[in-house]
């Protein structure tokens, strides 16, 4: 199943809400520091298209949201982003090699969110801002050919809990430079 990807333009055109959703593969449990991602032997990176309002522009990233389908999971997550596709492991369940030496000049940074936590809404999320852990904001440019980053889901912490087809959706909001 190929990833979701939506955009919402804030009142003025200002600020930027780009949404991904991807359904992981979940084919066992997750060592910490393993990649989730779509596939155990082709995995992709993830495309937030339109984050940037137009090829080669930037911004700062002030928000970022992560919600997943299965009850109960708390682990902790990162978001590695980059300007172009990167060359590290985009394979689900083994271990990240983000950022690798080739990508370095590539990556715009990453996002560090909280544990995920279980508030009886029959998914599990977290939220990162400015005033969280998260390094947030994060301001990026995009490549000048694209108004696409690309993101490697990484989980710090081992999760047992997962579901094979279990999705995960993460919410990019953005300022204009």
Same mark, same amino acid.
């Given at each position: 199943m190929a990833d979701t990807v939506t955009r919402i333009w804030g009142i003025g055109g200002k600020t930027n809400t780009v949404s991904l959703l991807?359904? !992981? +593969? +979940?084919?066992? @449990?997750? +060592?910490?520091?393993?990649?989730?991602?779509d596939s155990a032997s082709a995995g992709t990176a993830?495309?937030? *298209? /339109? !984050? /940037?309002?137009?090829?080669? +522009? /930037?911004?700062k990233i002030t928000q970022g949201i992560v919600l997943c389908s299965v009850t109960a999971l708390t682990p902790r997550l990162t978001l590695f982003l980059f300007r172009?596709?990167? *060359?590290?492991?985009?394979? @689900?369940?083994?271990a990240n090699t983000a950022v690798l030496a080739a990508d370095q000049s590539e990556c715009v940074g990453w996002? @560090?969110?909280?544990?995920?936590? @279980?508030?009886g809404t029959g998914m599990s999320g977290a939220v990162a801002t400015p005033n969280t852990f998260g390094n947030l904001p994060l301001s990026f440019n995009c490549d000048a050919d694209d108004d696409t980053l690309y993101g490697v889901l990484v989980t710090r912490d081992a999760i047992t809990g997962e579901v094979a087809s279990m999705t995960i959706r993460i919410t990019l909001t953005s300022e204009e430079n």
């Open positions: 991807r359904t !992981i +593969a +979940a084919a066992g @449990d997750y +060592a910490a520091e393993d990649v989730l991602s993830m495309g937030f *298209t /339109g !984050i /940037g309002k137009n090829k080669g +522009a /930037g911004g172009n596709t990167p *060359t590290c492991n985009l394979n @689900d369940n083994v996002i @560090d969110f909280p544990a995920l936590e @279980d508030l």
